[in-house]
């Protein structure tokens, strides 16, 4: 169910939590820090990346549950259009 943008998000996580629980810590913990602290800075920038498009509107948003309706409404109304000339003509037929 994960979309590719969110497949990222997850790997970018996943990679800091390896580094997190590296076993270089106890080693080198200098480095440690400096690949944690690279891994988290990945996911940050990608998070902005994509909270900023979303707000810029090239990712759409969920509609309402009023809009839904709405856009439910007018597609039955408009079915119901196409359909009702045959519906009265059978009717009369009957």
């Known amino acids: 169910m994960a979309t590719g943008e969110h497949e990222r998000i997850l790997a970018l996580a996943k990679s800091a939590f390896e580094a997190e629980k590296s076993g270089l810590w106890k080693i080198d913990p200098e480095t440690a820090s400096e690949i944690h602290g690279e891994r988290c ?16 509107g090239s990712i759409p948003s969920r509609p309402s549950r009023a809009e839904l309706e709405l856009q ?3 597609e039955f109304v408009a079915k119901l259009r196409e ?3 045959d519906l009265v ?6």
């Open 83 to 85: 359909r009702l000339p």
């Open 41 to 56: 800075e990945a996911l940050w920038q990608e998070l902005r990346r994509q909270v900023s498009e979303a707000g810029a």
């Open 89 to 94: 003509s059978e009717a009369i037929e009957a």
């Open 72 to 74: 439910w409404k007018k």
